[in-house]
């Protein structure tokens, strides 16, 4: 998955800190592999899939306040903080997630498709 690839560079490239991680020995932080990110970006893709740009411009909303007032909260409550990245690239990088998953669906979808012709 994207998003536990991103955790992984961002504990090598320190991008952010969490401070108490639900599993402190693994190596990515599963809050975010299977946190309120991940439900959102489902529920976002389950319900808009087919509309690709209503998919997009709710996407780029729920990444909006992701990376700006929910980070800022986080921050503020001590959960994370944001070391080597910027909230812009933060959610730029929500938003690239956003489209490869998208994209990754679409791919699969004409695969099979092919494969019952």
Known sequence: RVIAFISELSKSFTWWKV??????????????IFGP???????????TYGNFKK?????VLFDYLFAYPLTSLAEKL??????NMTRFQLFIIS?????????YQHFIEDVLRQRRQ
């Open 19 to 32: 401070r108490k991680p639900l599993f402190p020995k693994l190596s990515s932080d599963i809050s975010f």
């Open 37 to 47: 990110f991940f439900v959102a970006n489902f529920w976002v893709f389950k319900l």
């Open 55 to 59: 998919y997009l411009l709710i996407n």
């Open 78 to 83: 001590k959960v994370y903080k944001m070391v």
């Open 95 to 103: 938003t690239a997630t956003a489209l490869i998953n998208y994209l």
